[in-house]
């Protein structure tokens, strides 16, 4: 084998699923894409924000839907990122797109980044963790596959050079954050 392969080193992606934050049930609100969050998924936004911060993972970019709820997540949790000034960008067509285009979104993203946040809705992002995870921690993949909570936060890593190599069952689940979870760490 010849030494530079050898000595190749793997690329990786990393990969953050969020989903929005807890919003208005309010029936006065007569558009689904326009529903806030309410003060309970602020403050689970901002936590799980921080635990990202605090454990050193470092989005270098943000997709998120274009609904109000999914913006007002990512507004709270890149804040917390605010000296990396990663670039953001909300697209309408990732508003309750389904699994398969959140998927094909994926691969998709620019090459530039190793490290995406996607913030956006369920079932879409439960459904789109479970279908590219292929290992990780027993405990976290059970939690998982019991729910995604509002405000929850799956990391998965790829050893892939480009988006586009991503694969179903290729990902290695490496962390969820979960505001209930928390709390009860605090």
Same mark, same amino acid.
């Given at each position: 084998?010849?030494?530079?392969?050898?000595? /190749? @080193?793997i690329?990786? @992606?990393?990969?953050?699923?969020?989903?929005?934050? /807890?919003?208005?049930?309010?029936?006065?609100? $007569?558009?689904?894409?326009?529903?806030?969050?309410?003060?309970?998924?602020?403050?689970?936004?901002?936590? +799980?924000?921080?635990?990202?911060? @605090?454990?050193? =993972?470092?989005?270098?970019?943000?997709? !998120? %839907?274009?609904?109000?709820r999914? &913006?007002?997540t =990512?507004? +709270?949790?890149?804040?917390?990122?605010?000296?990396?000034?990663?670039?953001?960008?909300?697209?309408?067509?990732?508003?309750? !797109?389904? !699994?398969?285009?959140?998927?094909?979104?994926?691969?998709?993203?620019?090459?530039?980044?190793?490290?995406?946040? &996607?913030?956006?809705?369920?079932?879409? +992002?439960? =459904?789109?963790?479970?279908?590219?995870?292929?290992?990780?921690?027993?405990?976290?993949?059970? %939690? =998982?596959?019991? /729910?995604?909570?509002?405000?929850? !936060?799956?990391?998965?890593?790829? %050893? &892939?050079?480009?988006?586009?190599?991503?694969?179903?069952?290729?990902?290695?689940?490496?962390?969820?954050?979960?505001? /209930?979870?928390?709390?009860? $760490?605090?």
């Amino acid at each position: 084998m010849r030494r530079d392969v050898l000595h /190749k @080193k793997i690329a990786m @992606k990393t990969l953050f699923l969020m989903r929005h934050g /807890k919003a208005v049930q309010d029936d006065s609100v $007569e558009n689904d894409h326009e529903r806030s969050l309410t003060p309970r998924g602020v403050r689970a936004a901002r936590r +799980v924000g921080r635990a990202i911060a @605090k454990d050193g =993972l470092r989005p270098d970019f943000f997709l !998120c %839907s274009s609904a109000r709820r999914t &913006v007002e997540t =990512l507004d +709270v949790v890149a804040d917390v990122f605010s000296f990396a000034k990663a670039p953001i960008l909300q697209e309408p067509q990732l508003y309750l !797109c389904g !699994c398969n285009v959140l998927f094909d979104r994926v691969q998709a993203l620019p090459e530039q980044y190793n490290s995406v946040m &996607v913030v956006g809705h369920n079932p879409d +992002v439960h =459904l789109l963790s479970q279908l590219l995870i292929h290992s990780g921690d027993a405990g976290l993949m059970e %939690s =998982l596959l019991r /729910k995604f909570p509002t405000a929850g !936060c799956a990391v998965l890593m790829f %050893s &892939v050079e480009q988006w586009r190599e991503i694969a179903p069952y290729t990902g290695r689940f490496v962390q969820f954050y979960q505001p /209930k979870a928390l709390d009860a $760490e605090s």
